[in-house]
Each structure stands twice: as structure tokens, then as C-alpha cells.
């Protein structure tokens, strides 16, 4: 084995719009920390940005146009909503009937958000995510955890009214911790802006009924960890709501043999790390999400979702909540949060490996192997998301 070959990852938890919507990008971790031969510490979102599409938003029992599509021009956006006649004193005896008018509002945090031609759209999210879990070997329990605080940038732009094109780019600070039974611990801190990436987005059908989209989009980590994703969403519309499904697959292709969570210890002058699976092929992921978006009040909505995700060596189940508010039709405010509620990381067995320091090719082979049995495995994130529309 080559030392400029030999890459290590540390996989971290992370919940994460999607793609609010979060983000996503979110999952088998929606961040991944990795450690190269040159000690450098990266991380990587891996999780799709989660607002990236919407339909036609608010609606009103109104008499709309014959056009099937919900995306016309600024002028077509324009429709009357005729209110029940008036039985007050005043309007029987004059027979008069009420009309108001009323422009369609589109939603930038509905779940199928997508810019029109010429338009852009801005959504910066800030979050925190926590993961953490236990792990009990021959030599003594242990407690692992991750907290990040991290700002992305997803921004789109309509080439067509059915095609848009995508750019994003995020920082992180991240911190982890291993704590052992006595209670000392060994942390590992790394701040960096490392995630940059690009893609398409098509709106595949526009009905007063159903909207779909299909992306595509490519993400780099800094230090050598590609991503090529792709996903597929449909909904339906009832009402003021907007039921819909999601299929997400992707590729994480990074260097080195092996990934994991990677930490050091450098007044012992050791390194250990918990290996999670191989990397040296590319590892095949999988998400599959189901969801409501709901319109509360003229400048409210709601984003209810659950996803089921295969991340390689575990599977996941999570529940995400969004509450949005929109007072105009060019900017919003979208509060979340996630939570997963069942993981089959729980009563797994893993090898940690223990070597001195340097980590080079001889310590590697000569690291001692320590199998470890994890328990307690949560994962929740909370944040913020800032949309403008212009």
C-alpha cells in the first residue's frame, strides 16, 4: 500500500434538508469527515439540497384558466376568487354580487420549488446537527458524538420554465468527541469550506393535479470524495395540499481502503479509528421519502416527511418538520427540524484499530483490532433556512 493512497474517512451523522428543505442534501450521513495521508480533516455533505422545487402553491376555490399548466407567465398568474354572494341589508336590496381579485402566490419553501425562466432562487440554510452513540469493547464502554454548526448556499436558475440550472457551496465547523468510562476523551475540531457542487433540475409534469420533477447533480468534496446523484419526485394535489413521494440514488466515490470515524490522541501518541466499510470501490446509497406540504394561512405553510435510507453499512428511519412563512412572493422563512427514530447502527459489531502515531503504512498494518458493539445510536439537526426569489 502506497502512504499517498491511503486515505481515511470518518463517516458522521447528520439529518439534513433535503432537500428543504431540508438540504439536503441528509441519510447515511448527510456529512462524512475525512482524513487524507497528509492530515488534512474534511467534510462533506452528502445530503441533496432540500429546496430545490415547488408548485403552484396557494390554493383557492377560484375559476382558473383552461391552461393545464400551473406555470404561466406573470400575467397568467392572475386570477379572480368569487365570494358568496352578499346577504347583508345593504347588498339584498341593490342585488349587488361581491367579486374579489387575487394573485396566485408561489411558495419558495414548498417541496417542488423550481425558478422560472430568468428568475433565480436563493435558499441559505444555517444548521446544527448532533450524532452520537455508544460503544462497548473488552477494555471499557465508550461514548462517541459529533455536533456541527455549518452554513450552505443553494442557488438556482431558470434556463427554461421547465429546466433550471443549480450551484452550492457550504462551510462547516465540526467537533468530535470519544469519551471514555474514566472520563477522558479525545477530540478532533475542523472548520473548512469544502462542499462545492452543481446540477439540473426538470419539471417533467405540470397538471392542476400532479407535478413532478427529475435532478441530477454532481458534488465534490474538497479532499477528494465525488458524489453523482440523481433523484425523482412526484406529488399530488389536494386542496391546499400537496402529497408526495421521493427516490433518491447515488455514488460516493473517495479515496483510501477504508472509512470511518477517525480520531487522534496525540498525548498518548496514538491514533484510533472505527472502521464503518471499504472504500477503495465506489459505495452505492439509496433514500426513499414520503410527505405532505400543506398551505396553513395565506403566508403559512407546513412540510411533514419521512424517509427510510440505506447508507452502505446501516439503514435509517427519520421524520422531518418544517414550518414555513412567506409574506411576499420573493422572500421566506423556513424553520426545521429532523430527528432519526430507528437505526440498525444499534447492536451492530465494529473493528476499531488502534496504532501510534505517525499513521503511516507500518503503524496501519500494525495497528491492534478492537471489536466494539454500538448502542444509543441517535442522529437530530434543527435550522434555519433564508429564501429570496428575484
Given at each position: 500500500?502506497?502512504?499517498?493512497?491511503?486515505?481515511?474517512?470518518?463517516?458522521?451523522?447528520?439529518?439534513?434538508?433535503?432537500?428543504?428543505?431540508?438540504?439536503?442534501?441528509?441519510?447515511?450521513?448527510?456529512?462524512?469527515?475525512?482524513?487524507?495521508?497528509?492530515?488534512?480533516?474534511?467534510?462533506?455533505?452528502?445530503?441533496?439540497?432540500?429546496?430545490?422545487?415547488?408548485?403552484?402553491?396557494?390554493?383557492?376555490?377560484?375559476?382558473?384558466?383552461?391552461?393545464?399548466?400551473?406555470?404561466?407567465?406573470?400575467?397568467?398568474?392572475?386570477?379572480?376568487?368569487?365570494?358568496?354572494?352578499?346577504?347583508?341589508?345593504?347588498?339584498?336590496?341593490?342585488?349587488?354580487?361581491?367579486?374579489?381579485?387575487?394573485?396566485?402566490?408561489?411558495?419558495?419553501?414548498?417541496?417542488?420549488?423550481?425558478?422560472?425562466?430568468?428568475?433565480?432562487?436563493?435558499?441559505?440554510?444555517?444548521?446544527?446537527?448532533?450524532?452520537?452513540?455508544?460503544?462497548?469493547?473488552?477494555?471499557?464502554?465508550?461514548?462517541?458524538?459529533?455536533?456541527?454548526?455549518?452554513?450552505?448556499?443553494?442557488?438556482?436558475?431558470?434556463?427554461?420554465?421547465?429546466?433550471?440550472?443549480?450551484?452550492?457551496?457550504?462551510?462547516?465547523?465540526?467537533?468530535?468527541?470519544?469519551?471514555?468510562?474514566?472520563?477522558?476523551?479525545?477530540?478532533?475540531?475542523?472548520?473548512?469550506?469544502?462542499?462545492?457542487?452543481?446540477?439540473?433540475?426538470?419539471?417533467?409534469?405540470?397538471?392542476?393535479?400532479?407535478?413532478?420533477?427529475?435532478?441530477?447533480?454532481?458534488?465534490?468534496?474538497?479532499?477528494?470524495?465525488?458524489?453523482?446523484?440523481?433523484?425523482?419526485?412526484?406529488?399530488y394535489k389536494v386542496a391546499t395540499s400537496t402529497i408526495y413521494?421521493?427516490?433518491?440514488?447515488?455514488?460516493?466515490?473517495?479515496?483510501?481502503?477504508?472509512?470511518?470515524?477517525?480520531?487522534?490522541?496525540?498525548?498518548?501518541?496514538?491514533?484510533?479509528?472505527?472502521?464503518?466499510?471499504?472504500?477503495?470501490?465506489?459505495?452505492?446509497?439509496?433514500?426513499?421519502?414520503?410527505?405532505?406540504?400543506?398551505?396553513?394561512?395565506?403566508?403559512?405553510?407546513?412540510?411533514?416527511?419521512?424517509?427510510?435510507?440505506?447508507?452502505?453499512?446501516?439503514?435509517?428511519?427519520?421524520?422531518?418538520?418544517?414550518?414555513?412563512?412567506?409574506?411576499?412572493?420573493?422572500?421566506?422563512?423556513?424553520?426545521?427540524?429532523?430527528?432519526?427514530?430507528?437505526?440498525?447502527?444499534?447492536?451492530?459489531?465494529?473493528?476499531?484499530?488502534?496504532?501510534?502515531?505517525?499513521?503511516?503504512?507500518?503503524?496501519?498494518?500494525?495497528?491492534?483490532?478492537?471489536?466494539?458493539?454500538?448502542?444509543?445510536?441517535?442522529?437530530?439537526?434543527?435550522?434555519?433556512?433564508?429564501?429570496?426569489?428575484?
Amino acid at each position: 500500500m502506497k502512504i499517498k493512497n491511503f486515505g481515511l474517512v470518518a463517516v458522521v451523522a447528520s439529518m439534513v434538508a433535503l432537500d428543504a428543505n431540508a438540504g439536503a442534501r441528509s441519510s447515511m450521513y448527510s456529512s462524512i469527515n475525512m482524513r487524507n495521508s497528509d492530515g488534512d480533516t474534511i467534510k462533506i455533505n452528502r445530503s441533496v439540497s432540500e429546496s430545490r422545487a415547488y408548485d403552484d402553491g396557494y390554493r383557492y376555490q377560484a375559476r382558473r384558466s383552461n391552461r393545464s399548466s400551473l406555470y404561466g407567465s406573470s400575467a397568467e398568474r392572475d386570477y379572480q376568487r368569487v365570494e358568496p354572494e352578499m346577504t347583508t341589508k345593504t347588498t339584498y336590496k341593490t342585488g349587488e354580487t361581491y367579486k374579489k381579485t387575487a394573485r396566485r402566490k408561489y411558495f419558495i419553501a414548498n417541496p417542488f420549488y423550481q425558478p422560472l425562466q430568468g428568475q433565480f432562487g436563493s435558499v441559505t440554510t444555517g444548521e446544527y446537527l448532533e450524532g452520537k452513540y455508544n460503544f462497548a469493547m473488552s477494555v471499557g464502554d465508550a461514548k462517541r458524538k459529533l455536533s456541527e454548526w455549518s452554513i450552505k448556499e443553494d442557488l438556482s436558475y431558470g434556463l427554461t420554465d421547465r429546466i433550471a440550472l443549480q450551484a452550492m457551496a457550504k462551510y462547516n465547523s465540526d467537533k468530535l468527541k470519544w469519551q471514555d468510562n474514566t472520563g477522558d476523551s479525545d477530540v478532533y475540531k475542523n472548520r473548512d469550506l469544502n462542499l462545492f457542487g452543481f446540477g439540473v433540475q426538470g419539471r417533467i409534469v405540470d397538471t392542476n393535479d400532479w407535478i413532478s420533477t427529475v435532478s441530477g447533480y454532481y458534488e465534490h468534496q474538497k479532499h477528494g470524495v465525488d458524489y453523482y446523484i440523481a433523484d425523482i419526485k412526484a406529488g399530488y394535489k389536494v386542496a391546499t395540499s400537496t402529497i408526495y413521494g421521493l427516490a433518491r440514488a447515488w455514488v460516493v466515490d473517495m479515496e483510501g481502503d477504508y472509512y470511518g470515524d477517525y480520531i487522534e490522541d496525540p498525548d498518548n501518541n496514538i491514533w484510533q479509528m472505527m472502521k464503518y466499510g471499504k472504500s477503495s470501490d465506489p459505495l452505492f446509497m439509496g433514500e426513499l421519502a414520503a410527505g405532505v406540504w400543506t398551505v396553513l394561512a395565506e403566508d403559512w405553510t407546513l412540510n411533514v416527511e419521512g424517509m427510510f435510507g440505506y447508507y452502505d453499512w446501516h439503514n435509517q428511519l427519520s421524520v422531518k418538520g418544517a414550518f414555513g412563512w412567506q409574506p411576499n412572493d420573493w422572500f421566506a422563512l423556513n424553520l426545521y427540524a429532523k430527528t432519526s427514530i430507528y437505526d440498525s447502527a444499534n447492536k451492530k459489531d465494529l473493528d476499531i484499530y488502534v496504532g501510534n502515531l505517525p499513521l503511516n503504512q507500518v503503524t496501519w498494518y500494525d495497528a491492534v483490532v478492537v471489536p466494539a458493539e454500538l448502542s444509543k445510536f441517535h442522529e437530530w439537526s434543527a435550522g434555519l433556512q433564508v429564501m429570496f426569489q428575484f
